[in-house]
């Protein structure tokens, strides 16, 4: 790889070329102005822009600054015109604007792209890993039920709750992306964002602000970009050890129900680390099923004596954990408390402005205010952290409406992105100022910049209790694998998916396979979903339980290397699940394969995916692989594996140092 920076006018326009690597080659920047009309109802988010100019700013001058590498260069002129400096700081290229033309909202950016390129990331996408040939716009909001406007699930959700989402729809959107041609970019900025990838000779960038700065990083291989991109944005700590011992098991009823299961379970074998009660605060039933309270305290009557059973618990070697998200509701103590002190977000006539969370309205509180960030961070402390919780659901975070007045005078279209990663800095600091990093953990669903340093975990959110590809058990694996490619290396998802609508019911295969996903995530933890009694549970009968108890076992197992290759994703940024071609660039059906990953260095996983199959076709890169069930050796290649359930395809690279150890871990199960 060179290490020059080459930047000059040419006929097409700008060229530049940074360490042999022809990043543009043509126009550049455009600017322009529009109307964008933005409806949200419950977290779905209609919008709509409507382009009234578009000007192409041509590139004027080139000028060395000083020597050293560093550029300054000029784009059109008067009212549209725009400059930029071009300079490689720490290992990495980086666009510094300087200002936005006058009155312009609209900017495109253009860099060069080859026809047999793959781009990757764009925070978390659910419908597609590779995103060449498609535009995807960058807004956190609910992820949509079924994403898919050909299937009649999403044309159900849309007819009923305007919900049913599009393939790019995502609680975690983020302004990066990585490419075949080994480098990275990121645009640091809030603002809405469109990323296209369309054109066969261009990727072309759309910001609804001008973004601060731009950043390239290039290396010599697809690992090293990957771990570029959280040494750019951050990387996570080691999870807690309780974490690795077992399943966390999604409960809900009150404390007695919760002991009651727990018994059951540990009687039938299952192991278990901690029970997760999401109600632990209280229940709020709703025609979409059992919501909470949304009021962050301990319900003493649902949960009576709870404060003095998670001490029992964890005296056995089991945590208990809970539920928050950064909304009040109406009416509740800590909704009183917060409007009191003005710490709620106001509307345009300088009331409490209201969100609409499906049949209660609740209040934002706004971390805008330092002094409300302060109060929150220490309600959930107290009544979280140092209440006895080893964790919680940070749930939510993508609700934040445009038209809500902040306390420091921040646009809510910049406050909008953001805003997940401000929620997952209050639980980081609430956490670490308890002195509890080490173990309390939490996991949330909603992201965008930022996360990737504060958030711990992260999780899938709200799948459909189906297999279908955009929004059911297959949707998770491209999920894990495009935040891992920016930068975020921990994710799980819930076991058997949560959203039951429309007929959906999770049957005992769903669960059964979805369980066997999980072994292969940084955490296993199970969910009843929003209508438990409508899905099948993890004790619904014994040969679930039997099942369940040899997961589990085998996920207790491989404790020993799961640690090691998550203190690797802490000291080096290398994700747990990871795409294949990190490790194998030579091979080309790996740069395209959105249902297989490897799990750490050593282990290819392909789980199941399908209703009914007993066998799946997997491809193995080059090399050879040591089926992890019977022994057999697989060579590279497509090949028929035998899948029965309890038996999930995972094999191990047979030149492994780590071998051994590995292949005793399923001699274990």
Not at 69 to 90: D, I, N, P, V
Not at 394 to 416: K, N, R, W
Request: hydrophobic share 40%; net charge negative.
């Amino acid at each position: 790889m060179g290490t020059s920076l080459d930047v000059r006018l040419s006929k097409s326009g700008l060229r530049v070329e940074w360490r042999g690597l022809l990043l543009i080659d043509g126009p550049f920047v455009w600017a322009g102005t529009g109307r964008e009309s933005i409806d949200m109802y419950r977290g779905n988010f209609d919008i709509r822009d409507y382009v009234e100019e578009r000007i192409a700013l041509p590139a004027l001058r080139v000028e060395p600054l000083g020597g050293g590498g560093r550029f300054r260069l000029s784009f059109g002129s008067g009212q549209t015109g725009l400059a930029l400096e071009l300079a490689e700081e720490e290992g990495r290229l980086v666009f510094a604007f300087s200002g936005a033309p006058e009155g312009r909202n609209r900017f495109w950016f253009r860099f060069a792209a080859e026809p047999g390129e793959h781009v990757y990331g764009c925070g978390e996408q659910f419908s597609h890993f590779d995103l060449r040939g498609r535009r995807f716009p960058l807004w956190t909001s609910e992820q949509g039920v079924g994403r898919n406007k050909s299937t009649y699930v999403t044309f159900l959700a849309d007819v009923h709750d305007r919900a049913g989402g599009d393939y790019w729809w995502t609680f975690y959107p983020e302004p990066t992306y990585v490419s075949s041609r080994r480098y990275l970019l990121h645009a640091e900025g809030s603002a809405y964002a469109a990323f296209d990838f369309r054109a066969p000779d261009f990727h072309e960038l759309e910001f609804w602000d001008m973004p601060k700065r731009l950043f390239i990083s290039a290396a010599e291989s697809m690992r090293e970009v990957i771990q570029s991109a959280s040494g750019l944005l951050g990387r996570q700590p080691e999870p807690p050890d309780w974490i690795h011992d077992g399943i966390v098991l999604g409960i809900q009823g009150g404390t007695q129900v919760c002991l009651d299961k727990l018994a059951k379970t540990e009687a039938a074998g299952v192991r278990v680390a901690g029970i997760w009660a999401q109600d632990w605060e209280g229940i709020r039933m709703t025609s979409f099923g059992k919501r909470l309270m949304w009021n962050w305290e301990w319900d003493r009557e649902l949960y009576p004596e709870l404060d003095t059973t998670i001490k029992e618990l964890r005296s056995r070697g089991i945590r208990f954990l809970g539920y928050a998200n950064p909304y009040v509701a109406r009416d509740k103590s800590l909704y009183v408390e917060a409007e009191r002190l003005g710490y709620l977000a106001r509307d345009g006539k300088g009331g409490t402005y209201l969100v609409d969370f499906g049949e209660f309205e609740a209040g934002i509180v706004d971390f805008t205010n330092q002094t409300a960030f302060d109060w929150y961070k220490s309600v959930l402390r107290g009544n979280l952290v140092d209440f006895g919780l080893s964790g919680w659901m940070a749930d939510f975070g993508e609700y934040l409406p445009v038209d809500v007045v902040l306390h420091d005078g921040t646009s809510p279209m910049l406050a909008h992105n953001a805003w997940p990663a401000t929620w997952a800095r209050l639980c980081r600091e609430a956490v670490e100022e308890a002195g509890a990093l080490g173990e309390v953990t939490f996991f949330m669903r909603a992201g965008y910049t930022g996360s990737q340093r504060y958030s711990p975990m992260m999780w899938a959110g709200d799948q459909n209790v189906d297999w279908s590809e955009d929004d059911g058990l297959p949707s998770v694996i491209p999920a894990a694998l495009s935040l891992a490619v920016v930068g975020h290396g921990l994710h799980h998802s819930d076991i058997g998916g949560y959203t039951t609508l429309f007929g959906m019911k999770r049957d005992r295969e769903l669960f059964m396979r979805w369980a066997e996903l999980a072994v292969f995530t940084a955490m296993m933890r199970s969910h009843e979903g929003n209508r438990p009694g409508d899905n099948w549970q993890f004790d619904s009968d014994d040969i679930t339980l039997t099942h369940l108890a040899r997961m589990t076992r085998l996920f207790v197992a491989l404790k020993p290397y799961r640690k090691e290759m998550l203190a690797l994703n802490a000291r080096e940024g290398l994700p747990l699940q990871r795409p294949l071609f990190m490790a194998f660039e030579d091979d080309g059906p790996s740069w395209t394969i959105k249902d297989e990953f490897l799990y750490g260095d050593d282990i290819l996983v392909a789980p199941v995916i399908v209703q009914g199959a007993v066998s799946r076709l997997v491809h193995f890169p080059p090399g050879r692989w040591i089926h992890g069930w019977s022994g057999a050796e697989y060579r590279g290649g497509d090949r028929e594996v035998p899948a029965p359930l309890g038996e999930p395809p995972a094999f191990v690279d047979a030149d492994s140092p780590r071998r051994e150890g590995i292949l005793a871990a399923f001699a274990r199960v």
